[in-house]
């Protein structure tokens, strides 16, 4: 299987969330499998476990960036557990293995991944989610999408 | 000396910012320090040098938790450089180091050390900075200051 | 594909390496992929790109845990780069998402993942490595192998 | 007060370590402050307390980088403790915020710091610690002391 080429697609969200929300990230995580790419997360319920449901769902490739030090911690749609003993510090390294986020909604965790995202220059699409207004100056570059298919082809745009 | 019950306060800010910034910065190290409190920074330019130049004229004590992998990369008013090698993954560390954060306006690295002390029920301060709007709910729990002095007495009641 | 329940082995070895040690990391790639475990290793060169090298030879899943701060610094064998950014500090990754560890001859930084690994209960599998005579009390349990696939075997063995 | 061209020395050791090896440490503390040095540790007990403890009886400044989310798992003899939240991975930090290391005792912890040092360039002083066998080459360079005084009287040396 060659996956090296494929498109990393992070999706960020919260582990508790509403129905509502983990329709959207299960629809999420169907296109970005559908699509031909790699699904990157935290690993664990609510918005994560909705978008890599969905992308196995279509036969995609799940990967779990794991905030504690056992891979039991990850939902059962995760192919890859990456072990981190980290904490929240392990939102930086969902962050830069993505080439694109999606980000859903999302409480604290998914605006620090939004906010270290911007950072690093790494294109962000929004889905529900924050509206940040700066001290000065314009307000973060945030792609809005209006539905799942919108929000993963807009990301695989700006991948390439 | 006994510094081991003293307060610590986090100030959050950019590595690049306006002269007016800078002296804001510049009087929250003095009135940290005055008031007992040692001061946690990620030890570079811009607001972090500010806040820990203020704390040295004022006689107090100065951490900078650096990004990079070498202590030369400290503003010249660290005492204690934290070498962590970890990039932005270290804004973790320098959250869960603070009692509570002062957030100086501001850039997405600050954004994302207000979101992980939200997340992590740390008490944030805000003076000219991030206004944040979730997709549902509440709007999070940033107190506001008007002043250098009236922030840091604030971040000491909160943390008290 | 179904791999949440393929083993994880992972493979620690110097970057710069000899041409026996670059055979024999290949030939421990290619049995780990043979056995359907997933390589866990570094993503640079020398035992890391040998190991996954022989892995996609063998048409298995290799994934490489970096150091920097871009996925442009994975050896071309890598199908999943995980992107830490943390340099020296990903070593604990490595290990933790590892269920056995491989150590094939190996430098200061893969002394620094047996050390871990052994600290975390991770069964470790030595060909050609470090011997390590602690201060007190018996000598660390390090399994020793005279061959890949020896190697390979008994890293199965012990995960099961 | 001026710290910040005090030397930083690391103290690695065991959490759990025999009455000989914390009276050894705590001597190792006392001639680190009594010599105007900074004394970084992991924070913890057993070398770590025994080392802090030295250093404050000689009015020394003290700084524990601890591995868990909470400030309360410092030793009482901290003056300034960094709540990293990495686990293992903060012994990365230990290292690289040290210009040079004292190893006493010690077990795969300790043993995770002297690798990092060694490959990071920084001096490693050895108190009755792990004896290495490289896999091929010379053995590491850890500079064996006979006594407390003797190891930091060199760790000093080393730093200038």
Do not use: F
């Not at 990230?25 to 935290?42: K, M, P």
């Not at 962050?95 to 620090?112: D, F, H, K, P, R």
Request: hydrophobic share 40%.
């Amino acid at each position: 299987m060659e996956l090296r080429h494929s498109p990393r697609i992070g999706v960020m969200g919260s582990s508790d969330c509403s129905p509502e929300t983990y329709n959207l990230a299960h629809e999420v995580g169907y296109w970005i499998a559908r699509s031909g790419a790699i699904l990157i997360c935290g690993g664990r319920s609510g918005v994560m476990e909705a978008s890599a449901r969905g992308a196995k769902e279509a036969n995609g490739i799940t990967v779990g960036i794991l905030p504690g030090d056992s891979a039991a911690e990850a939902n059962p749609y995760i192919d890859i557990p990456i072990v981190t003993g980290l904490g929240n510090a392990r939102n930086a390294i969902n962050v830069l293995t993505s080439q694109a986020i999606i980000a859903i909604s999302g409480s604290y965790g998914a605006l620090s991944e939004i906010a270290l995202a911007l950072k690093c220059h790494i294109p962000v699409v929004g889905l529900k989610t924050w509206r940040l207004i700066p001290p000065e100056g314009d307000p973060p570059q945030i792609i809005l999408a209006e539905s799942a298919e919108e929000a993963v082809s807009t990301a695989l745009t700006l991948i390439r």
